[in-house]
């Protein structure tokens, strides 16, 4: 009985922690965004829904409903981020949190005992669905970030973006069964899986009492003494003490002079480099066309030529190994670097899409009478390995790095500039992807590896490795480039920056979230 008490305290202990509650609520909150791609994969297709929203299946209103969420991502995360930056990380998180719950409870009542107006109710629920989950993409990555060192950030947030997955694979396997169980005709095969992501929000509402604000935040406000209280829920006593000089330190070093958005976007401001790096990893990220396949997957499968219940399961396979291969992201983001991730994504990327799209010609060009599985089935392994590319090398890197190179007072607006992009540009593409579906076919396949090859060489040439490295250090590249008045990485330093930097780690290089 004493050696079962005894593994449960361990067990206690190791679950149950400052570090633990971070990650898992952390985790939860980027599931938000997960959940609702894999959502609205299937509710697209749904009779009841197209009927009540008044749309046919093939009308460019489904894309205009999936990509409003987007627009009101970029907008959410500029005020999440002016909110986190004044009131904290944590006022700036619950607020995102309310939003997200008030935008999913209005899609779930759209057209519910009504018919008319019901697709502007679902407009606006989409809308303010988005104001949250943006909001929350971009306040969590810069509170994860400044709760851990230069040597596990990374890990933590594609930890973090595993879980994202996870809820693309909890909404697209609910829809499935419930459609399965309900059918197409069901009202309540659609509205089901939007309900349920109420789960989410409401646990993290109920659950963040318990978790310290930023200490990192607390000192760049000069509340010296909340920032030792919260180390103080994290550390031991005797560690305390040191955890604030660094922080102190690191505060006093940067300048006290507060950064705006004009000296982020305006040319020659003092953070436009690094949010030129922002923006353009976003960008890259988009023109992956991995947007378009978490959305549209079962249509992707369709232009291998499956009907659409394979192509459904097919997906669902997808996601299943995509959640299973983030698992070498974290393993791998720390110890390769963020750089050489993306680059090698990006040359599979382009292989794979290069095939699709020779396989997608084979199977859909009516002049060549081939079999279809020996072509098909090949195109699901390569289309499955591009997923598993994407997820370790384009995933968690574009929402990682801006909360590596920006100071504290800019870190947030750094994170919102992030999401505003990703927002605007996952519009773009989910509310092209039908259309291109419907005029290019296969053909979109090619598309996808032209602009892969933009994204990776773009990388290479001016994306610098920001792992391993402090905020500080990171900075330090900026101010080099300028002084080298080049923006290229290997010309700056002798490519200092291309790479993972090899050092030891000290005493002071430990994670703020390590413990003892």
Not at 274 to 299: K, R
Request: hydrophobic content about 45%.
């Amino acid at each position: 009985m004493a050696t079962i008490s005894n593994t449960m305290e361990t067990l206690k202990e190791v679950v149950m922690n400052k570090r633990s509650e971070v990650t898992i609520f952390s985790s939860t909150a980027i599931a938000l965004y997960g959940y609702d791609q894999g959502m609205m994969s299937l509710i697209n297709t749904n009779y009841d829904y197209l009927a009540t929203m008044g749309i046919g299946e093939e009308d460019p209103l489904v894309a205009t409903i999936v990509s409003v969420y987007y627009l009101g991502c970029a907008v959410g995360s500029i005020l999440a981020s002016k909110l986190a930056d004044k009131e904290g990380r944590k006022p700036g998180i619950f607020g995102c949190l309310v939003t997200a719950v008030l935008g999913n409870f209005l899609m779930f009542v759209s057209g519910l005992g009504f018919s008319k107006g019901a697709i502007i109710v679902m407009l606006i629920g989409r809308f303010v669905m988005g104001l949250g989950v943006g909001g929350i993409d971009s306040v969590i990555p810069v509170y994860s970030a400044e709760l851990n060192d230069e040597g596990s950030r990374g890990k933590a947030l594609a930890q973090e973006f595993q879980a994202n997955i996870l809820g693309l694979n909890l909404a697209f396997g609910l829809n499935i069964f419930v459609t399965r169980m309900l059918g197409k005709w069901s009202q309540w095969a659609w509205r089901t899986p939007i309900i349920a992501m109420q789960i989410f929000p409401v646990l993290l509402l109920a659950f963040m009492y318990r978790l310290p604000e930023s200490p990192r935040w607390l000192i760049s406000q000069e509340k010296d003494e909340k920032a030792e209280s919260a180390l103080g829920e994290i550390f031991d006593e005797g560690d305390v003490g040191g955890e604030l000089e660094k922080l102190q330190k690191a505060r006093d070093e940067e300048s006290s002079h507060p950064v705006a958005y004009t000296d982020m976007l305006i040319i020659g401001g003092s953070q436009f480099h690094p949010t030129m790096l922002t923006v353009m990893g976003q960008v890259n990220q988009a023109l992956t066309g991995y947007g378009c396949i978490s959305v549209y997957g079962p249509q992707i499968f369709q232009l291998l030529g499956f009907g659409v219940t394979d192509a459904e399961f097919l997906t669902l396979g997808n996601y299943i190994l995509y959640l299973f291969m983030m698992t070498f992201a974290w393993m791998t983001i720390d110890v390769l670097g963020r750089r050489k991730l993306m680059v090698w994504g990006s040359v599979t990327l382009v292989s794979s899409f290069l095939l699709l799209t020779v396989f997608g010609g084979l199977v859909m060009e009516p002049s060549i009478d081939i079999p279809r599985l020996p072509v098909a089935i090949p195109g699901i392994v390569i289309l499955y390995i591009a997923t598993s590319a994407f997820g370790i090398g384009w995933l968690p890197q574009p929402w990682l790095i801006p909360t590596e190179i920006y100071p504290s007072s800019a870190r947030a607006q750094g994170a919102a500039i992030s999401v505003v992009v990703w927002g605007f540009a996952n519009f773009a593409v989910t509310f092209l992807s039908p259309i291109l579906f419907n005029n290019l076919y296969y053909w979109i396949f090619l598309v996808f590896a032209i602009t892969n090859a933009f994204a990776g060489v773009w990388t290479w040439l001016y994306s610098p490795e920001t792992g391993n490295r402090t905020f500080e250090e990171n900075a330090q590249f900026f101010t080099d480039a300028k002084e080298h008045n080049t923006w290229r990485v290997h010309k700056v330093n002798n490519s200092e920056f291309s790479d993972v930097p090899k050092q030891e780690k000290d005493s002071e290089r430990m994670p703020l979230l390590s413990g003892q």
